[in-house]
């Protein structure tokens, strides 16, 4: 398998608020690859930002790129992942960020932080699970098993001898900085006998929230206190799926972490799991997702209230008619398609921030709608085939520089109806309303939250209902939102917005660095 120095997951990067770091990144595998900093704004710099034919050609084999990362105000956990294909399920790891020198945490100090970063494994090539995927038009085979820090833990007994273990001392706190790296799974998680403390997200601090299991997605990042205040024994930290989609096949596999205190005591031989809702509990995940907060007082900027531009797009799975001489293994013998506003995404193979940058012709248009182009009961649970056949294209959202944005992200039961984590690039956003159903814009604004709503960079979109999210768009260059699911990634759940540049020399978009990767 495909790893950065040897290791799964990849090496932990450790920096500063404000610093500017680079990274010599070197393909020295047989797959085309590029690098993505998740959570990093990349202030002016798109350049190495990541995604493959949004931002740059990728690095092919034996070829290096010296990526600059531009940190600004993220504090607390990022990370980092490959941004080509499938690579990434074999290619990421975990970024601290720590609060500037002399500065702390706005939570005690805690006594040791640990990484805990979720994976997914197949016992294939995972490659070839995508290969095949996209040959047979059909969804991509589940994973074998879920991983913590690499190892699916002790209900395998392959792994067992190899679980991951937390080593901790009765009456100390420990910071968790936890990433969900797996491929296509929100998840579950929780500590036996243990209540987990959320202090921040997607590399922002938040308002304390105390649960007694955790829900995150793909793409999402946690700085999770842990108070070990139990009686001295082993116990488990346990991870498996939430999936909503009915009929959609996941891995429903548990992997396991040992929680182990110090001290005289005579380990049980086996332990029992800590309490996790059921796969399909809505409520538990929209419960938690929902009841995240901010902290205003640590915010770059205060929430948006003034929107010059407002974007409402559904985000949906579709089908393709099946090509002829091929036999497809989508949904009635089509090809699975997904799409933002009715359209699917069709990646270009010339990078369209060099095709920007340089006016290249015919790699993009813009004029990406604003608006969903048909409407209908998007939610109801019927809806006519005709609704299933997306546009193929590549539409891009044209914003001025200083625009204030505010996205509402409308989830449909087009073909299957299932959460949608959405990653946007280059910006952290203000997530200020949920809601199940269809949004309602002459009801729903009023319930905005626009004191304290979470800043976030992924976040989760409901089974057949919606989210808002405020930004301003005071970064310059071509940003891509996508879907984090990488089977819906794939199928052209995704747009790209390009920022265009400002008036002042900090508010324009710098040259390519000289070693761009080629086409």
């Known amino acids: 398998m495909l790893t950065v120095n040897g290791n799964f997951p990849g090496p932990t990067i450790r ?98 932080e640990i990484p805990i970063i979720f994976g997914e494994w197949w016992n294939t090539d995972v490659n070839e699970v995508f290969t095949q995927s996209i040959s047979t038009g059909g969804a991509p085979n589940i994973s074998d098993a879920l991983t913590i820090n690499g190892q699916p833990g002790d209900l395998f007994p392959c792994s067992m001898t190899e679980t991951f273990k937390l080593s901790v001392e009765r009456g100390r706190t420990y910071h968790l900085r936890v990433v969900n790296a797996a491929m296509n799974l929100i998840l579950f998680f929780s500590v036996s006998q243990h209540n987990l403390t959320v202090v921040g997200a997607d590399g922002s601090f938040t308002k304390p929230l105390t649960r007694e299991y955790i829900c995150i997605s793909p793409g999402q990042t946690m700085d999770v206190l842990l108070q070990a205040n139990q009686e001295p024994n082993n116990y488990y930290l346990a991870a498996r799926a939430y999936s909503s989609g009915v009929g959609v096949a996941f891995d429903n596999t548990t992997t396991t972490a040992r929680v182990e205190y110090s001290g005289n005591y005579t380990p049980p031989s086996s332990l029992s799991l800590p309490y996790l809702p059921n796969f399909n509990d809505t409520t538990a995940a929209f419960d938690f997702i929902t009841s995240l907060r901010g902290l205003p007082e640590r915010y770059p900027r205060q929430v948006p209230t003034n929107i ?133 814009q002459s009801k729903d604004p ?3 939250n626009l004191i304290d709503p979470p800043l976030l960079n ?55 660095p000289p070693d761009m990767p080629p086409c």
């Open 458 to 512: 992924t976040v989760i979109v409901p089974l057949n209902g919606w989210t808002a999210i405020r930004f301003v768009a005071s970064n310059p260059g071509v940003w891509f939102m996508h879907c984090h699911l990488e089977r819906h990634q794939a199928w052209g759940m995704e747009t790209v917005f390009i920022v265009k540049n400002g008036k002042a020399s900090n508010e324009t978009l710098p040259p390519p």
């Open 15 to 112: 920096v500063h608020r404000g610093e500017t770091i680079f990274v010599n990144v070197y393909n020295k595998g047989n797959y085309n690859i590029t690098l993505h900093w998740h959570g990093v704004k990349q202030q002016r710099n798109p350049w190495t930002d990541g995604p493959a034919y949004i931002t740059q050609c990728p690095i092919q084999p034996g070829r290096k790129f010296t990526q600059k990362l531009i940190f600004s105000f993220e504090e607390g956990t990022v990370w980092w992942h490959a941004h080509s294909d499938w690579a990434r399920a074999t290619v990421h790891g975990a970024i601290f960020v720590y609060p500037t020198k002399n500065s702390p945490y706005p939570f005690p100090q805690p006594h040791a």
């Open 446 to 448: 009023v319930t905005f």
């Open 308 to 440: 010059t531009t407002q974007i409402v797009t559904t985000i949906s799975i579709n089908s393709l008619p099946c090509p002829g001489g091929r036999t497809c293994q989508g949904p009635n013998g089509t090809i699975f398609a997904a799409s933002m506003n009715n359209i699917s995404f069709d990646t270009p193979n010339i990078n369209i921030l060099e095709a920007y940058y340089y006016h290249v012709n015919g790699v993009y248009k813009t004029g990406f709608p604003r608006f969903p182009p048909f409407t209908f009961n998007f939610t109801a649970d019927f809806l006519p085939l005709t609704l299933n056949i997306p546009k193929r294209a590549t539409r891009v959202n044209l914003l001025n520089y200083g625009a204030t944005v505010e996205i509402v992200i409308q989830g449909t039961n087009v073909v299957a109806g299932i959460d949608h984590p959405m990653h946007l690039h280059g910006f952290s956003f203000h997530v200020v309303g949920y809601g199940l159903g269809n949004f309602n």
